[in-house]
């Protein structure tokens, strides 16, 4: 059983990582662990907006780039480890075509002159140094559940708690009606996620579009206007929320162009005011959870009873269908905190 007294002290991202709402949250948690160097964190790549290959080069790249950034050594830079290649029953590895709507979406790095790239290690080392060293864990996933899947049958009990950027469940979805994007990839991962972290008396949170929809945590032209603010026009750190959310930014142009949203009775359609950066509210949500949710940024409904289909739709489930459905917490809406917090973590890049 997990114990909740225990503090984690390692923290395992799982990313897909690109150029959009996934390096926002790499943004952010990098000068988290910058800040907090009792707690060690290993970042492993997945697919999802981007094959496994690209997300473990991007990591490789990206993650010393921003140590550097941050002016740490080289030497305690986060570990890079290569994860999940493919869905549970895909007989391939997982691409993501030329012209795929992914690439529409997320843009591409470019290449770093000077910065030594950190090679990516196969994650069973990580799961089995863990594993021997008895060390209390959190999990955070930002891309296709399946390698949380994974890690949670491999490191059981020893996960203290469990975060995932994961899910639709009572607002339209952003693949299909009623599917969210990352728990589309691999609906027998979905439903695994949620027994396994119930069968192992793991707390698992779901931060649904819900959540990283909601009007506080989109990126808006006043929220930009803030940002530059405290940290400088010219300064690293809003230099790449702007390469991120800004208007000319990929990203950023897709969510201020021809996309519409709705939700609720009536269903009236209108047009995203800011962009908004999912993955990011997810890391957020983690760090709650990191300092035990003192002065908590979000609120959370408790032991939410959802049910996963084979078609990657999580929803409501109605006591009844007991005992298929899973409780799990779902973060829900912020406070005012939450940006705030964030430019104190941006702070800290020089």
């Given amino acids: 059983m997990a114990n909740e007294a225990q503090k984690p002290r390692h923290v395992i991202v799982m990313t897909d990582l690109a150029r959009g709402d996934d390096y926002g949250a790499v943004l952010a948690l990098c000068a988290y662990v910058a800040m907090n160097k009792r707690m060690q964190f290993s970042f492993v790549g997945t697919y999802g907006n981007r094959s496994i290959q690209e997300a473990t080069d991007n990591l490789s790249r990206q993650i010393p780039y921003l140590w550097k950034q941050l ?38 790095f470019p290449t770093h002159n000077g910065i030594e790239t950190s ?14 060293g008895n060390i209390p864990i959190a999990l955070l996933s930002l891309g296709a559940p399946t390698e949380a899947v ?51 008396k793991i707390p698992l949170t779901l931060v649904p579009l819900d959540c990283t929809e909601e009007p506080l945590v989109l990126i808006t032209p006043k929220v930009l206007r803030q940002i530059e603010k405290e940290l400088g026009r010219n300064s690293f750190a809003f230099g790449e929320i702007l390469s991120i959310a800004g208007k000319n930014s990929v990203y950023g142009a897709y969510y201020f162009g021809k996309t519409w949203r709705s939700e609720h009775f009536p ?18 949500v983690l760090i709650d959870c990191l300092r035990r949710k003192r002065d908590p940024l979000f609120k959370y409904a408790k032991k939410i009873p959802l049910l996963a289909d084979s078609m990657g739709n999580i929803g409501l489930s109605r006591d009844y269908f007991n005992p298929k459905d899973h409780a799990v917490d779902i973060a829900g809406p912020i406070t005012n905190k939450y940006w705030p917090e964030i430019v104190k973590l941006l702070k800290r890049y020089h």
């Avoid at 090679?119 to 021997?132: G, I, M, N």
């Avoid at 950027?165 to 027998?188: C, F, K």
């Avoid at 269903?267 to 957020?284: E, I, S, W």
């Fill in 150 to 200: 994974t890690a949670t049958r491999a490191l059981g009990s020893l996960i203290q708690y469990s975060v995932a950027m994961l899910a639709s469940v009572s607002i339209q979805g952003n693949t299909w009606p009623h599917r969210e994007a990352n728990a589309t990839h691999d609906p027998v991962a979905n439903e695994e996620l949620l027994a396994l972290s119930e069968e192992n």
């Fill in 71 to 108: 002016g740490q050594s080289k030497n305690t830079c986060p570990q890079i480890y290569t994860g999940a290649d493919r869905p549970t029953n895909s007989p391939a590895p997982y691409e993501v075509a030329p012209h795929a709507v992914e690439r529409l979406i997320h843009g591409e």
């Fill in 267 to 284: 269903f009236k359609k209108f047009k995203y005011t800011g962009v908004p950066l999912h993955d990011l509210t997810a890391a957020m």
């Fill in 119 to 132: 090679p990516a290690k196969p994650v069973d080392e990580l799961y089995q140094t863990l594993k021997q």
